[in-house]
DNA sequence: CTTTAGATCGGCT
DNA sequence: GCCGATCTAAAGC
């Protein structure tokens, strides 16, 4: 039972651009009910990858088994593994056959925040979901949330009551080796849950 | 405090 | 086989 306004985000919300999506998505919340508790957060840093315009995307390559769900219409989780150890969560969006996607990159916790410190195994509160593999971990999302229906009772996103009063960042993306002249990642200004970005791969992304 | 290397595995270029 | 939208631990300064 969150107590303010937890309106949730309609579908309308969804079927927009990635790019769009990834702005107005900085200072909604992140809900998940996890054995039967309520684990939430608030974004404050996302990535747009905008399909086959965009060689960083996974769906740039084409629809396969991995992405697929990333070629429906906004409003679906999109949850994929990698490194041999990670879960990243990310918002299908814009229109069906797209590909267009927004990646979870960091949330300020909210509530059960408890469950959260069990999953990650660490106290450190600037620790618990500062960076995408982390949130995942904190949140207990997995593969079982793929292709899982964000207008439902799972896992969701709302509205919060203090958006407005957030300071929008933009810059490169982060971790990624194509297309890394795009401004495509948003976060909350001086927040300190935002993912700690080591200066140099920003310029690494820079030189290269 | 900064930097590097290793972990680890599913999906594919 | 190869590589990744990452994280952590441990070595280096």
Do not use: W
């Amino acid at each position: 039972m969150n107590g303010i306004k937890c309106k949730k985000l309609p579908k309308s919300f969804y079927t927009r651009g990635a790019v769009t999506v990834a702005k107005d998505l900085i200072g909604k919340v992140l809900v998940h009910k996890f054995d039967n508790k309520i684990l939430s957060g608030i974004i404050v840093e996302t990535e747009a990858y905008t399909g086959k315009n965009d060689p960083a995307s996974h769906s740039f390559i084409g629809k396969t088994k991995r992405n697929g769900v990333m070629f429906e219409e906004g409003g679906k989780s999109y949850v994929y593994f990698t490194y041999g150890n990670h879960y990243c969560f990310n918002v299908v969006t814009g229109k069906k056959d797209r590909g267009n996607a927004v990646l979870i990159r960091a949330v300020q916790p909210l509530e059960g925040i408890d469950i959260m410190r069990k999953n990650r195994g660490t106290d450190d509160m600037y620790n618990l979901t500062s960076g995408p593999g982390k949130l995942a971990q904190a949140l207990g999302i997995d593969k079982k949330l793929y292709a899982a229906d964000l207008t439902g009772d799972i896992i969701y996103l709302t509205e919060s009551g203090n958006a407005g009063k957030i300071r929008i960042s933009r810059s490169k993306r982060i971790g990624i080796s194509k297309n890394t002249e795009k401004l495509y990642r948003f976060f909350a200004k001086d927040n300190p849950y935002v993912s700690k970005v080591n200066i140099k791969t920003l310029l690494k992304n820079d030189s290269r």
